[in-house]
């Protein structure tokens, strides 16, 4: 018994002894340095890393627009300033503000966000993650995908985030999102992509967005979505929810969009301009999918073709259904558009067909659409409903620019001023005013010339959304 003892007490002392070695041996390391992850097995440990690297090139954008009240008439009773004073009545003043997120993606200070963010603000200041705060001017606009580009007024040799490639993105791939939700500061949220290519979303014209369930709060628009290397695949810009937060469906525009719009914007260019087909796509129903003799809904088909367009010069007919561009599936016209946009113009994609049964290949040269006519801009004045409206004359370039459906005639209205009549009116950009009392309208100097008089009553024919309407309103 007392043998055993001993060997039990001998070899707890052992134990003791190694214990003791190997702590000493732990503390007297230095700690090791975490590294972006080489594999995914390494992903499971953390995601810091990769928010490291990423997250000092995110920043919040803050735009504001101060807006002139117009005055108060009760300001100018004798009555009023008799018991009140004053000295007639002044237009107030009030401030428009706006909050999102963005990211930085060249050093010398040009950063990436919504347009929604940015949308009619004139001001604009830019808070970097080390807390510095920065003025930022527009550089440009692209409403089409809800994109703009910002431009640091201070500064230089920003940290950057890498453009990745989001055709690379499959479903079931880790992601982050970071932004700056309900304004509460950076955050990061993790999640996996849901799936690819979603169109039908009704953010944008170019409507193929990567879905993620990553949180995206009110906030996080203009974001980066991030990969598992660091890299930008994506600007976080909507999300799918009936209470204004996040129920886990939310999406983000590709990579490769982006970086179209950021070329844009480095080369120079006040709006994008991208592949024009020529034509125009419907999406296929199983119903004329049938009619074709195709075995399931897929493709874009050629509803229209313009003798003059691309598509036509491809030999391209109507009927045919174009069924993928460069080799990468179209399962509908959205698709097309994205694919055609991305593309860079002077060159050639090759459109995957279907015709009569048979899959045949053509080469459609990317050319942006033609400004033929010229727009000749005008701002209407005087005393009519379109005061303060301005025109352009209509042509492919305005057609694809503005997303005119449905109309070919005409001149289009492209801007419209804060508190005229054209306002009141509810004209919206993008409308294209076809005839006003009964006189046909085909250039902006006949609408300037049909308003340049007084009128009882003015009756307005115009077109929008592809639908044609007629009103009358007082003169």
Same mark, same amino acid.
């Given at each position: 018994?007392?043998?055993?003892?001993?060997?039990?007490?001998?070899?707890?002392?052992?134990?003791?002894?190694?214990?003791?070695?190997?702590?000493?041996?732990?503390?007297?390391?230095?700690?090791?340095?975490?590294?972006?992850?080489?594999?995914?097995?390494?992903?499971?440990?953390?995601?810091?890393?990769?928010?490291?690297?990423?997250?000092?090139?995110?920043?919040?954008?803050?735009?504001?627009?101060?807006?002139?009240?117009?005055?108060?008439?009760?300001?100018?009773?004798?009555?009023?300033?008799?018991?009140?004073?004053?000295?007639?009545?002044?237009?107030?003043?009030?401030?428009?503000?706006?909050?999102?997120?963005?990211?930085?993606?060249?050093?010398?200070?040009?950063?990436?966000?919504?347009?929604?963010?940015?949308?009619?603000?004139?001001?604009?200041?830019?808070?970097?993650?080390?807390?510095?705060?920065?003025?930022?001017?527009?550089?440009?606009?692209?409403?089409?995908?809800?994109?703009?580009?910002?431009?640091?007024?201070?500064?230089?040799?920003?940290?950057?985030?890498?453009?990745?490639?989001?055709?690379?993105?499959?479903?079931?791939?880790?992601?982050?999102?970071?932004?700056?939700?309900?304004?509460?500061?950076?955050?990061?949220?993790?999640?996996?992509?849901?799936?690819?290519?979603?169109?039908?979303?009704?953010?944008?014209?170019?409507?193929?967005?990567?879905?993620?369930?990553?949180?995206?709060?009110?906030?996080?628009?203009?974001?980066?979505?991030?990969?598992?290397?660091?890299?930008?695949?994506?600007?976080?810009?909507?999300?799918?929810?009936?209470?204004?937060?996040?129920?886990?469906?939310?999406?983000?525009?590709?990579?490769?969009?982006?970086?179209?719009?950021?070329?844009?914007?480095?080369?120079?260019?006040?709006?994008?301009?991208?592949?024009?087909?020529?034509?125009?796509?419907?999406?296929?129903?199983?119903?004329?999918?049938?009619?074709?003799?195709?075995?399931?809904?897929?493709?874009?088909?050629?509803?229209?073709? !313009?003798?003059?367009?691309?598509?036509?010069?491809?030999? +391209?007919? #109507? @009927? *045919? &259904? %174009?069924?993928? =561009?460069?080799? $990468?599936?179209?399962?509908?016209?959205?698709?097309?558009?994205?694919?055609?946009?991305?593309?860079?113009?002077?060159?050639?994609?090759?459109?995957?067909?279907?015709?009569?049964?048979?899959?045949?290949?053509?080469?459609?040269?990317?050319?942006?659409?033609?400004?033929?006519?010229?727009?000749?801009?005008?701002?209407?004045?005087?005393?009519?409903?379109?005061?303060?409206?301005?025109?352009?004359?209509?042509?492919?370039?305005?057609?694809?620019?503005?997303?005119?459906?449905?109309?070919?005639?005409?001149?289009?209205?492209?801007?419209? !001023?804060?508190?005229?009549?054209?306002?009141?009116?509810? +004209?919206? #950009? @993008? *409308? &294209? %005013?076809?005839? =006003?009392?009964? $006189?046909?309208?085909?250039?902006?100097?006949?609408?300037?010339?049909?308003?340049?008089?007084?009128?009882?009553?003015?009756?307005?024919?115009?077109?929008?959304?592809?639908?044609?309407?007629?009103?009358?309103?007082?003169?």
């Amino acid at each position: 018994m007392r043998l055993f003892l001993r060997q039990v007490f001998f070899s707890a002392l052992v134990c003791a002894a190694v214990l003791a070695s190997f702590l000493e041996g732990a503390l007297a390391q230095p700690a090791q340095e975490r590294v972006v992850p080489g594999s995914r097995a390494e992903i499971a440990l953390s995601f810091a890393p990769i928010v490291k690297k990423a997250q000092p090139a995110v920043v919040n954008v803050f735009a504001s627009r101060v807006e002139r009240l117009p005055a108060n008439p009760l300001f100018d009773d004798p009555v009023f300033q008799r018991f009140f004073g004053g000295g007639g009545g002044m237009p107030g003043r009030n401030m428009s503000q706006s909050l999102g997120s963005g990211v930085i993606v060249d050093q010398s200070g040009l950063v990436v966000t919504n347009n929604h963010v940015i949308e009619g603000m004139t001001d604009v200041k830019v808070a970097l993650a080390d807390k510095r705060e920065i003025p930022a001017k527009i550089l440009l606009r692209d409403p089409r995908t809800d994109l703009a580009v910002l431009k640091l007024t201070e500064g230089a040799n920003f940290p950057t985030m890498e453009l990745g490639d989001s055709d690379a993105l499959e479903v079931g791939d880790l992601t982050l999102a970071i932004g700056n939700p309900f304004g509460v500061g950076q955050t990061v949220t993790q999640g996996i992509v849901s799936a690819l290519a979603r169109t039908h979303v009704g953010i944008s014209d170019y409507g193929f967005f990567i879905q993620t369930d990553a949180a995206i709060n009110p906030g996080n628009s203009g974001g980066p979505l991030v990969d598992m290397n660091g890299r930008l695949v994506g600007i976080n810009s909507a999300i799918f929810s009936k209470s204004g937060g996040s129920v886990g469906i939310g999406f983000a525009i590709p990579a490769n969009m982006v970086k179209s719009v950021v070329a844009a914007a480095k080369g120079g260019g006040k709006q994008v301009r991208r592949a024009w087909m020529g034509a125009s796509l419907q999406t296929l129903s199983q119903e004329i999918a049938d009619g074709l003799g195709l075995d399931r809904p897929t493709g874009a088909l050629l509803a229209d073709v !313009d003798p003059k367009g691309p598509s036509a010069e491809a030999g +391209l007919k #109507r @009927g *045919d &259904v %174009i069924v993928s =561009v460069d080799g $990468q599936t179209a399962d509908d016209p959205e698709a097309v558009g994205y694919r055609l946009a991305t593309k860079p113009l002077g060159g050639q994609a090759t459109l995957g067909v279907l015709r009569g049964g048979k899959k045949i290949a053509a080469q459609i040269r990317l050319t942006p659409a033609p400004e033929t006519p010229a727009r000749d801009a005008v701002k209407i004045k005087g005393a009519s409903p379109f005061a303060g409206a301005t025109v352009v004359n209509i042509s492919p370039a305005v057609i694809e620019e503005m997303s005119v459906q449905g109309a070919t005639n005409g001149v289009v209205v492209s801007e419209i !001023d804060d508190g005229t009549f054209a306002q009141q009116l509810n +004209l919206q #950009r @993008g *409308d &294209v %005013i076809l005839a =006003v009392n009964d $006189q046909k309208i085909e250039t902006t100097r006949d609408l300037e010339k049909v308003t340049s008089g007084r009128s009882y009553y003015w009756k307005i024919t115009l077109a929008r959304g592809g639908q044609v309407l007629t009103t009358v309103v007082g003169g």
